[in-house]
């Protein structure tokens, strides 16, 4: 356990309030603040209780060499606070440089999500292009599968029409030809039986001329 000197010595220092570290910006320079201040304090304190290396002497000046001391310290820290206060801006440029460079890393996040999800609805999209396109051609060849197919049975019935019209015009062809053999008979027979029946006129009128004869 600490002494009862240590324990006064630190019950004089002046207490840290501010709970902040070095990502906190503004708090952090007030935390820095307090512990320069609790620092000086306790050097003060050192020297007001001749528990340090300074001695108390008269200068030229008729000042003490401790006030000179203090001038000094107080000096070294306003330059302590200035170098602080400079690094504690670059280091806030710093973070203000590394919170940009983080939203810039998150907005390149956002954009590659955005991005992604741009090549994933062209892709949903692209194969939606491709299926309409693949059922399109099926749909096509059916379709020029049906027109061949059509184009067969009409070439097979047109062929099967022509023949069926040959085959009438060679019948119609034979009817004629039997048609003109017929009349050439038919004219034959009706000669034979016109020159037939002359002959059964004379043939009869000789009998009558004969019959008149028998009956004179």
Known sequence: MADEATRRAVSEIPLLKTNSGPRDKELWVQRLREEYLALIKYVENNKQA?????????????TSSLEAELDRVRSE???????????IQHKVALAQEVEDWQLLKQQCYEMKLKQDSVDLEWSQHRADLESDLGLARAQLEQWQNQDRERRRV???????????????????????????????????????????????????????????????
């Open 154 to 216: 009409e070439g097979e019935e047109l062929k099967e029409l022509s023949n069926h019209n040959q085959r009438l015009v060679e019948q119609l062809s034979e009817a004629v030809r039997v048609q003109h053999e017929l009349m050439s008979e038919l004219r034959t027979l009706r000669e034979e039986f016109e020159e037939r029946d002359m002959k059964n006129s004379i043939r009869t009128a000789r009998i009558e001329g004969l019959q008149a004869e028998v009956r004179l």
């Open 50 to 62: 001749d528990n340090d290396w300074f001695r108390l002497e008269s200068n030229k000046e008729g």
């Open 77 to 87: 820290r306003d330059s302590l606070n200035l170098q602080l206060f400079n690094t």
